[in-house]
DNA sequence: TTCCTGCTGAACATATTGCCCAGCCGAATC
DNA sequence: GATTCGGCTGGGCAATATGTTCAGCAGGAA
């Protein structure tokens, strides 16, 4: 369990240069291609790399406003709710949360009015009570995972 | 912009078997290696695919827990409370909201009592006035972009 | 000591990349 | 109708990376 300081080297290389091969990245931790390769494996395996999906930007998709929406959830409905939501495109994930039968989710529209229509569609559901919803004007610290990474690299080695 | 039917399939195979190279995909996709190599470059400069960054899982990190915090700002000291919580590792993202100085940021952490000790970083910061913490307990739809990419390249293509 | 795990450095055949080209097609322009 | 243009095709080429295997070596654990 966790990850020693060249797991990390090797995430932040990772995240940096996504593009280059398992020889380049050997050359440049100073490591044999070897290690490099058995260090990969197991972080996939691990389940510390989940994978290496394109991130994609909606904005560029058309789909510039982003919402969150925390959702009140009638009892024993959380199911069926679930079940719509991920029907939905627009709904890009959805937890629930601590206070029984709250949900909360993020969602984007391709424009303030179109947010209109993606909340009523999300919303128009029998199991949902109450939505509420906070549009995102900025976005100062994007999903990020590297300082995390570093950090758990420190604490596991040092 | 916008994004074409071959387009939409090429980032549903990318984000299926990301680590397959440019050749195999043309073979997969019918068209000529060249073209793959145009579509990915375009898509890439078009800001749609921001990049290729290992995912990362926080809980195989050592930080099972999530939550979303809800931050009210004092008048003036958004900037200040940014440049805060860019420092602290366990912020994965934050946003500013509708409803003024409001944000919401994602935390992880360690456990339930760590979460606290997070919280207590994030918080304790002039700026923040109050902040009210929605722990998460499920993730019904993970972070995903596929069936908006599809909705995308529909619309686009007609 | 002996076992075991992880890293090294090397080898090999095969596959992929980056780059070039000429040709073809359809759509827009003149 | 003729021309120009952008995008796709299919091919070729040298350079590079990959997958795989191997023996050797160091350090920790039994």
New interface residues.
């Given amino acids: ?3 020693d300081r060249l797991d990390g080297r090797l ?1 932040v290389l ?2 940096e240069e ?2 280059i091969g398992v020889l380049e990245m050997s050359r440049r931790l100073g490591v044999a291609r070897g290690t490099v390769q058995a260090r990969l494996d197991r972080l996939q395996s ?18 510039p406003v ?1 919402a ?1 929406a ?1 959702l009140q959830i009638r009892q024993g409905q959380g199911a069926d709710v ?1 079940a719509h ?2 029907t939905v ?11 029984g039968g ?1 949900m ?3 969602l ?1 529209a391709r424009s303030n009015a179109d947010l209109q229509r993606v909340i009523d569609r999300v919303v128009g559901f029998d199991g949902i009570v109450r939505a509420s919803t ?12 590297i ?6 690299a420190r ?2 080695d040092g």
Avoid at 137 to 142: F, G, T, Y
Avoid at 147 to 152: G, I, K, R
């Fill in positions: 369990m966790g990850i995430l990772l995240a996504p593009r691990n389940g510390v790399i989940r994978g290496f999906g394109p991130q994609v930007d909606p904005t560029a998709l058309g789909y982003t969150f925390t679930r939501l991920a495109p627009e709904v890009l994930e959805l937890h629930t949360t601590t206070g709250d909360l989710c993020r984007v906070a549009i995102v004007m900025e976005n100062p610290v994007p999903l990020r995972i300082p995390l990474v570093e950090q758990a604490d596991d």
